[in-house]
Structure formats: structure tokens, C-alpha cells
């Protein structure tokens, strides 16, 4: 979707990138040293370029060269900025300080083609003049939305182009990576916790629905309690419910406000296949869809960092 | 280094494959060789830091380890006048990158060889180098 915002970058990025263009070839400051062998030695050797006619007099002296030539993929070094750091005020220079300030600030280099009129001798100093060919996007890529910008570099000895580069970045806006999950706002309806419904929370915190039972005659019983209604034992255990049943009985809830919910919501009363029944909220499904009789599922909610209630969907029959 | 005959720059001919085990050294010797000083060709923490896994190759390597590959092929009295590429997933140290080629063209002494160069992740670099050879 593009907004009005977003429109107003784009022309102000397409107004700047035309003056870039227009603005033609500058050029840069001549090479800091001139082509020498001590740079083409280590460049060489971190390469593991081993062609003689870079650092061998003799053989290069009887080369179709006739003497020791640079590299020609080199040219760039002859001219790098080094450790005093890089043009600021350059066309291109000036296209990317914008696009960093519009939240474009992701780099990456898509196309480099170096055309090579000549190989370059010791002793010569190159000068490299840069133009601004392009800009085009806002393009949606796997990294993010973004623009690519082209420049030109032609290399001048004395007068002369020895070679010429053009050059292509994608200057993108990356993707936000997901953010840490917020912390949740306590859920302020927070069921009250005991000694005897514990293991019904830390059921459903386990994505299981616990049932209590009578650890002697076995009976089910649901709200949990200490005292089995059918024998009177305290002994008590509890089963794993499948997770499923009917609709009981339901409210819609229209008013007052309640806390932590949207109204309305439905709570109802569920008869599991268990033989018991149990309340909880109905949940993806229009109140007014909601009926007797209607099968349910469980689903587990997260409602804060430490809270998990039971909810019910509808499920086919 | 020697000249390959004319049956080996026929078009469709291939280059011997290339293996460079990109080492920290080879990341950094490469990238100072090249007076390309920006941290995240020599420096980890700055390199994780704007979600690199660890330090890699600078371009200009890049462009020099193409150019090494077919002119160690081509012998030393070819002559390069171009190398055209699109850069792909970085060269990380650690990874090795596979550089293999194959000859696209001939047109009288004017040879095309196309280059893919290949690294854990995927395709590094890929591209055509332009080359003169001798008579």
C-alpha cells in the first residue's frame, strides 16, 4: 500500500537521484600511491594469483607486455580511500546518505562489470571519476523494499580511460525481525488457585484438560473438591478429559464491561463425554451461531504470561 | 601457470575447478590487500553485530579471485579485458568457495568463460570474464 508518506519519500529520492545524474562525471582525488610492485605483491599473494607478469621482471619483460603490469582487477585498489575514509560529497555518495535517512540504510552489492581498455604499468596514477547512472524501485525483494542505485567509474591515467566499472547496490529497508514477545498485562479475571484445583491450572498450562476422580470408587466429579460426593473419600486422583463435548447451556454476556474482555462473549456450560460438565468461554464463533447442543472442542488461551484458560471452538459433529 | 592448447578453449570446454578454503587470514589478507579497511571484512563483533553470521570477503576480492581462476587457466599471456558479475550470498570465513568455469564463446583470439562460484550457502558470485588469448 503506498501512503501519502510514502509517495512524498519517493518523489524526493526521485527529485535528488535526476540532480545526482545531471550533476555528470566527477572526479575523485589521483591515486594516494602510484601503481607499485609492493601492492601488487601482497595483493598477489592474499589472491594467490601466481601469473608472473605481475611480479616477475624478467618473465614480464618478456611478456607481450613487456614489463611488469598490474592486475587488472586491481583497479579499484589504486584508488580505495583507505583508512582515511571514503567520499561524502560525491553524486553517489549523496544518493546514499539520502536513502540511509528515508530507513533505507541496508546495503548490498547486486552487479560489478569491469571493462579493462588496457593493463596498467608501475609508476602510473590513476584517477577514478564517478557518475550516477540510476536509480530505480521502490522494489519489494527477499531483504526488504528497496532501491537500486548504479554508478560509473571510469579510471583515467593522465587523460587516457584505462577502465571503467559499473557498479549496482540494493539499498534496502530490512525487515524488522519478529520482536521479543511483549509482556502480556495480567489477565485481571485470574481464577482463585488452591491446593485442591492446582493440578486443573497446571493441566491446562500442559495443554491437557484434567478431570478430577475419587481415588477409591473412582467417580468424576468436576468443579474440583476435596471430598468425593458419592463415598465421602478424600482420596483423589484425576483423568485426562478427550477434549471434547456438547453445549449444556449458554449465556451471552452483553453488559457491564468485564475486565480483560470484549464484549459479548459467551460462557457456557459444557457436558463432556466424561460425565461431567465444566464452564468456559465459547470462543471463534458469533455469539448468536452459538446453541444447545453445539459440539465443542478445547483450545488452550494464553491470557497473560502465566495464565492458560480453556476455551471451546465449535467442532464438526 | 601454462597455456591451454586450442582444444581446451573450444566453446563448452571446462575449466578445472578451484577450491579456496576462506580462512580469517584469507578473509583479512584479502580484504587489506584490497585497502578495503570497512570492519565487517575484519572485525567479528562488528560483523555480527549488523547480522552476519561472521566476517567475509569484500567485493574486490571477489573480483580478483574470478579474475586468478581463468587466468590461472588462460596462462599468463592471456590478456583480461573484462569481467562482468552479480553478486550472490556472502563468502563467510570458514566456508570454502568453489570457483568452476566453463569456455561460453570464441570468436577468433576473443574467448568468453563463464564463472560460478559457489559457497555453503549458495551461488557467491556468477558471471562471464573476457579474455584475450595469444596466438
Given at each position: 500500500?503506498?501512503?501519502?508518506?510514502?509517495?512524498?519519500?519517493?518523489?524526493?529520492?526521485?527529485?535528488?537521484?535526476?540532480?545526482?545524474?545531471?550533476?555528470?562525471?566527477?572526479?575523485?582525488?589521483?591515486?594516494?600511491?602510484?601503481?607499485?610492485?609492493?601492492?601488487?605483491?601482497?595483493?598477489?599473494?592474499?589472491?594467490?594469483?601466481?601469473?608472473?607478469?605481475?611480479?616477475?621482471?624478467?618473465?614480464?619483460?618478456?611478456?607481450?607486455?613487456?614489463?611488469?603490469?598490474?592486475?587488472?582487477?586491481?583497479?579499484?585498489?589504486?584508488?580505495?580511500?583507505?583508512?582515511?575514509?571514503?567520499?561524502?560529497?560525491?553524486?553517489?555518495?549523496?544518493?546514499?546518505?539520502?536513502?540511509?535517512?528515508?530507513?533505507?540504510?541496508?546495503?548490498?552489492?547486486?552487479?560489478?562489470?569491469?571493462?579493462?581498455?588496457?593493463?596498467?604499468?608501475?609508476?602510473?596514477?590513476?584517477?577514478?571519476?564517478?557518475?550516477?547512472?540510476?536509480?530505480?524501485?521502490?522494489?519489494?525483494?527477499?531483504?526488504?523494499?528497496?532501491?537500486?542505485?548504479?554508478?560509473?567509474?571510469?579510471?583515467?591515467?593522465?587523460?587516457?580511460?584505462?577502465?571503467?566499472?559499473?557498479?549496482?547496490?540494493?539499498?534496502?529497508?530490512?525487515?524488522?525481525?519478529?520482536?521479543?514477545?511483549?509482556?502480556?498485562?495480567?489477565?485481571?479475571?485470574?481464577?482463585?488457585?488452591?491446593?485442591?484445583?492446582?493440578?486443573?491450572?497446571?493441566?491446562?498450562?500442559?495443554?491437557?484438560?484434567?478431570?478430577?476422580?475419587?481415588?477409591?470408587?473412582?467417580?468424576?466429579?468436576?468443579?474440583?473438591?476435596?471430598?468425593?460426593?458419592?463415598?465421602?473419600?478424600?482420596?483423589?486422583?484425576?483423568?485426562?478429559?478427550?477434549?471434547?463435548?456438547?453445549?449444556?447451556?449458554?449465556?451471552?454476556?452483553?453488559?457491564?464491561?468485564?475486565?480483560?474482555?470484549?464484549?459479548?462473549?459467551?460462557?457456557?456450560?459444557?457436558?463432556?463425554?466424561?460425565?461431567?460438565?465444566?464452564?468456559?468461554?465459547?470462543?471463534?464463533?458469533?455469539?448468536?451461531?452459538?446453541?444447545?447442543?453445539?459440539?465443542?472442542?478445547?483450545?488452550?488461551?494464553?491470557?497473560?504470561?502465566?495464565?492458560?484458560?480453556?476455551?471451546?471452538?465449535?467442532?464438526?459433529? | 601457470?601454462?597455456?591451454?592448447?586450442?582444444?581446451?578453449?573450444?566453446?563448452?570446454?571446462?575449466?578445472?575447478?578451484?577450491?579456496?578454503?576462506?580462512?580469517?587470514?584469507?578473509?583479512?589478507?584479502?580484504?587489506?590487500?584490497?585497502?578495503?579497511?570497512?570492519?565487517?571484512?575484519?572485525?567479528?563483533?562488528?560483523?555480527?553485530?549488523?547480522?552476519?553470521?561472521?566476517?567475509?570477503?569484500?567485493?574486490?576480492?571477489?573480483?580478483?579471485?574470478?579474475?586468478?581462476?581463468?587466468?590461472?587457466?588462460?596462462?599468463p599471456d592471456a590478456l583480461v579485458r573484462g569481467i562482468n558479475v552479480r553478486l550472490g550470498v556472502p563468502a563467510y570465513?570458514?566456508?570454502?568457495?568453489?570457483?568452476?568455469?566453463?569456455?561460453?564463446?570464441?570468436?577468433?583470439?576473443?574467448?568468453?568463460?563463464?564463472?560460478?562460484?559457489?559457497?555453503?550457502?549458495?551461488?557467491?558470485?556468477?558471471?562471464?570474464?573476457r579474455l584475450l588469448l595469444p596466438r
Open positions: 500500500m503506498t501512503t501519502t508518506a510514502e509517495s512524498g519519500v519517493h518523489q524526493r529520492l526521485a527529485d535528488l537521484a535526476e540532480r545526482q545524474i545531471a550533476a555528470g562525471e566527477v572526479r575523485g582525488a589521483p591515486a594516494a600511491d602510484p601503481v607499485n610492485l609492493p601492492m601488487i605483491r601482497h595483493w598477489a599473494a592474499a589472491m594467490g594469483d601466481a601469473n608472473p607478469v605481475y611480479t616477475d621482471e624478467e618473465f614480464a619483460a618478456g611478456s607481450a607486455h613487456g614489463a611488469i603490469v598490474a592486475p587488472p582487477a586491481m583497479i579499484q585498489v589504486w584508488t580505495m580511500a583507505g583508512l582515511d575514509g571514503g567520499d561524502t560529497v560525491g553524486p553517489v555518495a549523496v544518493m546514499l546518505a539520502a536513502l540511509d535517512e528515508s530507513g533505507f540504510t541496508g546495503v548490498v552489492a547486486t552487479n560489478c562489470e569491469q571493462t579493462y581498455h588496457r593493463y596498467l604499468r608501475l609508476g602510473e596514477r590513476p584517477v577514478a571519476a564517478t557518475r550516477m547512472s540510476g536509480l530505480s524501485g521502490p522494489k519489494t525483494t527477499a531483504l526488504g523494499v528497496g532501491y537500486f542505485v548504479t554508478w560509473v567509474v571510469t579510471w583515467y591515467s593522465d587523460d587516457e580511460p584505462v577502465a571503467e566499472m559499473m557498479f549496482r547496490v540494493l539499498k534496502f529497508r530490512p525487515v524488522e525481525r519478529n520482536p521479543e514477545p511483549a509482556k502480556h498485562d495480567p489477565y485481571p479475571l485470574a481464577p482463585a488457585v488452591n491446593r485442591d484445583t492446582a493440578f486443573f491450572w497446571e493441566g491446562a498450562r500442559q495443554g491437557e484438560l484434567r478431570i478430577q476422580k475419587c481415588g477409591d470408587c473412582g467417580e468424576p466429579r468436576h468443579p474440583p473438591g476435596p471430598v468425593c460426593p458419592t463415598c465421602r473419600s478424600l482420596n483423589r486422583t484425576y483423568t485426562l478429559a478427550a477434549g471434547v463435548g456438547e453445549v449444556y447451556s449458554y449465556v451471552v454476556h452483553h453488559n457491564p464491561p468485564v475486565p480483560g474482555r470484549e464484549i459479548p462473549f459467551v460462557v457456557a456450560v459444557i457436558a463432556l463425554p466424561e460425565g461431567v460438565r465444566i464452564v468456559g468461554n465459547i470462543v471463534e464463533c458469533a455469539a448468536e451461531k452459538v446453541g444447545i447442543g453445539m459440539p465443542v472442542r478445547v483450545v488452550y488461551r494464553e491470557m497473560d504470561d502465566e495464565l492458560i484458560l480453556p476455551m471451546w471452538i465449535p467442532r464438526e459433529s | 601457470m601454462r597455456t591451454p592448447t586450442e582444444q581446451e578453449t573450444r566453446a563448452g570446454a571446462a575449466l578445472p575447478e578451484l577450491r579456496i578454503e576462506l580462512t580469517p587470514t584469507t578473509v583479512v589478507s584479502t580484504a587489506l590487500a584490497t585497502m578495503d579497511f570497512t570492519p565487517v571484512h575484519h572485525d567479528v563483533e562488528k560483523a555480527t553485530a549488523q547480522g552476519s553470521k561472521d566476517i567475509f570477503l569484500n567485493i574486490l576480492t571477489t573480483m580478483g579471485l574470478v579474475e586468478r581462476y581463468v587466468t590461472d587457466w588462460a596462462g570465513a570458514g566456508d570454502a568457495l568453489i570457483l568452476g568455469g566453463r569456455v561460453a564463446g570464441r570468436e577468433g583470439d576473443e574467448v568468453t568463460v563463464e564463472v560460478r562460484g559457489t559457497v555453503s550457502l549458495g551461488d557467491h558470485v556468477t558471471g562471464t570474464v
